[in-house]
């Protein structure tokens, strides 16, 4: 078999178009034939991927190695099959080599003068389209199969159990490229990554076939150099500047593997001359000479133009033509000209044609009014973003005329009841100009209260009388009359006592926006639930995740995604919201809920994931509970998907010492990353004021934990134990709140978790205990088995597996919800090892005293309340010579820093920490801390629990 290497890099670049074809159909047929590649085609999934073999096969296609040289306009052509397409599209209408999975059209990776930028973004190198499988739910079929649909291959529902790439990374392999420019923006250090995926197209890591092992490597872009070359090889050495850095111990790459490239929210890159091969050729591979340090492409994290739009549809009437065209990607304005010859050479412009906000049209529809009638007239649409205008798309002709009658009675009449208030849709009627609506409360039109002069095909009407019926008439006009009312449609508004969602609507009846790139259809659809009276912004608001979150026949599908409920926005120009985001012990911005009586939350649930937590939070617009005025009590419901009954409303009451609340509060309601797109299908949600005031005591700021009751299950209130959320914006990982269940709806007290959280703890101290004395060392892997991800092999760090509470084994509370960073030593070490820092975020932490940040990884030695204690911690810096920031951090039971000590050590270091008797801690948590360094970790040999 002749390689593909042994051909010129320019040569490779056109075969890569040639074999797949930027229409679909290959463009030279022959080419594969003509250098050898009689099998280019051919896509095997072997038994074993593993890449340590001596005795593996050829590679069954010859793609690698390529180099990219970005020889584009711009990111839309580079992530066009025109450019480089698919060795075998197949039915895909869009077979690009490389593909975005997120950021494209936000503008967040561009590309020109042979460099690309990306950052907060993520893109994938050799995706087949892939529309059948064990991982597609036939309930929630996604919009774009080549993202976020890879799944977790042990998922007990809709695993991934195969892999849709062109590329054959069975292999040992490398990437590497020219890094022109980097930045570390402000943020955790997790987010500043440059990440490397094989077979997953999501930003989690365990979703794909591979599992966690998919994340192939991820490397601070502090650790680049500009003008400096990257390598990283797999398995093998990760080079910068001809400088090992780290080194990659496993490929899990299969012969049908694909590529993604991801850099989060905190981190910028500038690359060229980007190389994929394999590591037994490199002859290809640009050298380090040809790398050198220039400028960021210009235009990055500005949404490109939209698309050209296509040619416009008319609905003629006397002396106007309404204009109909089909929505443009990426639009988010658009202007109309019209002329009276095929030229836009004097023709009349509507709409902000400046791109400047002024008289902008943000439907797909407008009115050309002031025409002749019988007069043809050619119409042309272009469209504007942020990021520039589209060139005018083709004119069409259109011919005003004086209807001959009036216009039919609208059809398709639908009434939503409101407090005090009904939304009234229906469709247009051919030749209308205008409607009126008619209400009153008889059936009788004639004694209605008519508001003429309506353009929309929808009204609000206000000012009603909650729990009195009315019947509610629309009629069309034009310049030869008015036209027929439509039958009566019945309405009675009402009031619930705080909130209760219709579910009974679309999407853009039920939401309004805060995606900078939304549908057009958000802002120009009416809400059917609003703030106020005087507000007619919807009660839900979008916050994560819109394209995740679907109205199925059951109810409204929420996956990794979240939504607001009572959150003002300020409304943009383009008729999307922004609103202000929470922070710790700051007052929340735009709240319209009163929850300052106890009030109750009930939900049910008709669908639903097997993995993932259903959370619900109180002013806090973020997955971090500790962003709130409430701190991390803001987080109200925390609860695995999987423990989640179905077809049985569950009600949790926050009441006296658990309740949390404001005159002005609003609620967040979603589901985390691991939820993936699927979910859960809420088929109710209510909030409830219970019209008793809240009875506090002295206790209470120790425990946020509220008691339940509920009709045949009851779900109580996360305490305040937190963990990290997602580094990205897209996920969100497990958290440490305990969600604690009930079988008797009678109960009201609550047990504290076995696994971390304790109830709240008296003054008057306990003088004793049946605790005892333990040292914990050569952590035995056979011991920790249970908890860990895999096996435990003689050199393999094995992560403790992810969950949203504590695991209890020997004695001691391991919890872990970030991947990889609460991990077991295996070999000669036998320790444990924080891979990095424990909490949400690398940055200090704060004083002794304070909240602790959220934990996303910690080990937890029970104590108990009242003895006096000493735990002995041995300990060292992970890196070599311990010269990398850190801190041990010990933090009690209490969700409170007790102390912090210096973790910047090489070897081996005693520290210990003390409580003395009368203390109420029933738990002390410690973990690694970066301290705002943005590498280091901590090592643990052993641990000791002494009473004095």
């Not at 009437?317 to 002329?339: I, P």
């Not at 109200?636 to 404001?662: K, M, R, S, Y």
């Not at 020997?810 to 820092?837: I, K, V």
């Amino acid at each position: 078999m002749k390689k593909l290497s042994l051909i010129s890099t320019a040569f490779l670049g056109s075969a890569l178009v040639a074999c797949g074809g930027g229409s679909g159909s290959p463009s030279k047929t022959d080419l594969c034939s003509e250098v050898g590649a009689t099998n280019c085609n051919q896509v095997v999934i072997p038994s074993s991927t593993s890449s340590s073999s001596s005795s593996l096969a050829p590679p069954v296609n010859n793609l690698l190695p390529f180099t990219e040289k970005f020889a584009v306009d711009n990111a839309t052509a580079l992530f066009s099959a025109s450019y480089k397409s698919l060795l075998n599209p197949g039915d895909d209408l869009t077979p690009s080599f490389y593909y975005s999975t997120s950021g494209l059209d936000a503008g967040r990776m561009v590309a020109a003068n042979g460099k690309m930028t990306i950052g907060n973004a993520r893109m994938t190198i050799g995706q087949r389209l892939q529309t059948t499988g064990t991982h597609i739910n036939p309930e929630a079929l996604p919009a774009d199969f080549k993202v976020n649909t890879t799944t977790d291959g042990t998922a007990a529902n809709f695993p991934t159990t195969t892999t849709w790439g062109e590329l054959d990374l069975t292999h040992p392999w490398k990437i590497s490229f020219c890094v022109n420019e980097f930045e570390a923006l402000s943020g955790s250090a997790s987010n500043q990554q440059f990440m490397v995926y094989v077979d997953n197209n999501q930003s989690t890591s365990s979703f794909s076939l591979h599992g966690t092992k998919s994340l192939v490597k991820q490397l601070n872009v502090t650790n680049f150099v500009a003008g400096k070359r990257v390598e990283i090889n797999f398995p093998g050495d990760v080079f910068v500047d001809g400088k090992s850095i780290d080194s990659v111990l496993q490929n899990p790459g299969t012969t049908s593997s694909f590529i993604q490239l991801r850099v989060p929210s905190a981190g910028v890159v500038t690359m060229s001359e980007l190389w994929v091969g394999y590591q037994s050729d490199k002859t290809s591979e640009p050298t380090a000479a040809t790398c050198a340090a220039s400028a960021r492409v210009p235009g990055w994290n500005i949404a490109p133009p939209p698309e050209v739009p296509a040619a416009p549809t008319f609905e003629p009437n006397n002396n106007q033509l309404k204009v109909n065209w089909a929505a443009a990607a990426r639009a988010t304005s658009y202007t109309v000209a019209y002329n009276t010859v095929d030229s836009l050479e004097g023709a009349i412009i509507i709409g902000d044609d400046d791109s400047n906000g002024v008289g902008e049209i943000t439907t797909t529809t407008t009115t050309i009014t002031g025409l002749t009638n019988l007069t043809s007239y050619y119409v042309f649409v272009k469209a504007h973003n942020a990021g520039g205008s589209s060139a005018y798309g083709p004119s069409a002709i259109g011919i005003p005329d004086v209807p001959k009658t009036p216009p039919a009675a609208p059809t398709g009449l639908k009434t939503y009841s409101d407090d005090r208030r009904a939304l009234v849709t229906w469709e247009a009627s051919a030749g209308a100009e205008s409607y009126s609506v008619a209400v009153g409360t008889s059936n009788d039109p004639a004694t209605a209260t008519v508001t003429d002069g309506i353009i929309d095909t929808n009204y609000r009407v206000k000012n009603l009388v909650n729990n009195t019926p009315y019947y509610v008439f629309v009629r069309g006009a034009n310049v030869i009359g008015n036209g027929d009312y439509s039958p009566a449609q019945a309405v009675t508004p009402a009031v619930f006592d705080v909130y209760q969602a219709n579910f009974a609507v679309t999407l853009e009846q039920f939401f309004d926006s805060t995606s900078a790139t939304t549908s057009l259809a958000f802002p120009t659809t009416p809400a059917v639930q609003t703030l106020s009276l005087e507000n007619d912004q919807a009660m839900a608001l979008t916050l994560a995740g819109e394209s995740r979150m679907a109205f199925t026949e059951a109810g409204l599908r929420v996956g990794n995604a979240r939504f607001a409920i009572g959150l003002e926005g300020v409304k943009q120009e383009n008729g999307t919201y922004t609103y202000t985001a929470t922070a710790k012990d700051a007052a929340p911005v735009g709240g319209t809920l009163d929850l300052t009586n106890n009030y109750q939350i009930c939900y049910t649930v008709v669908e639903k994931h097997t993995d993932g937590l259903f959370r619900v939070y109180v002013d806090n617009t973020s997955t971090t509970s500790g962003n709130s005025i409430h701190g991390t009590k803001s987080r109200l419901i925390n609860q695995d998907i999987v423990n989640i009954p179905l077809n049985t409303e569950q009600c949790v009451d926050f009441i006296d010492d658990a309740h949390v609340g404001t005159a002005n509060s609003f609620i967040q309601v979603g589901t985390d990353g691991n939820a993936t797109a699927v979910g859960v299908v809420l088929s109710s949600f209510k909030i409830v004021d219970l019209n008793t005031t809240p009875i506090k005591t002295e206790s209470s700021s120790s425990s946020s934990v509220a008691s339940s009751v509920a009709s045949s299950s009851s779900v109580v209130a996360s305490s305040s134990s937190e963990a990290a959320s997602s580094s990205s914006s897209s996920e969100a990982s497990s958290s440490s709140s305990v969600e604690v269940s009930s079988s008797s709806s009678s109960s009201s007290s609550e047990a504290s978790s076995s696994s971390s959280e304790a109830s709240s703890s008296s003054s008057s101290a306990p003088s004793g205990g049946t605790d005892v004395n333990t040292v914990w060392a050569s952590f035995d892997p056979n011991t920790y088995i249970s908890i860990l991800s895999n096996s435990v092999a003689s050199t393999t760090n094995n992560a403790v597996i992810q969950s949203s509470t504590a695991h209890s084994v020997n004695g001691l509370n391991f919890f872990h919800s970030a991947t990889g960073t609460l991990r077991h030593r295996g070999g000669s070490n036998l320790e444990w090892n924080f891979n990095g820092t424990g909490f949400a975020s690398g940055d200090p932490v704060a004083a002794v005293g304070a909240a602790a940040e959220e934990m996303r990884a910690y080990i937890g030695v029970p104590v108990d309340a009242g003895r006096a204690v000493t735990i002995t911690v041995v300990h060292r810096n992970s890196t070599s010579a311990g010269t990398a920031l850190g801190s041990i951090v010990f933090v009690g039971s209490d969700e409170n820093v007790l102390a912090k000590y210096d973790a910047k050590v090489g070897t081996a270091t005693t520290t210990t920490f003390s409580l003395p008797a009368g203390h109420t801690q029933t738990e002390v948590k410690f973990l690694f801390s970066r301290e705002g360094g943005g590498a280091g970790g901590m090592h643990v040999t052993s641990i000791d629990k002494t009473y004095n």
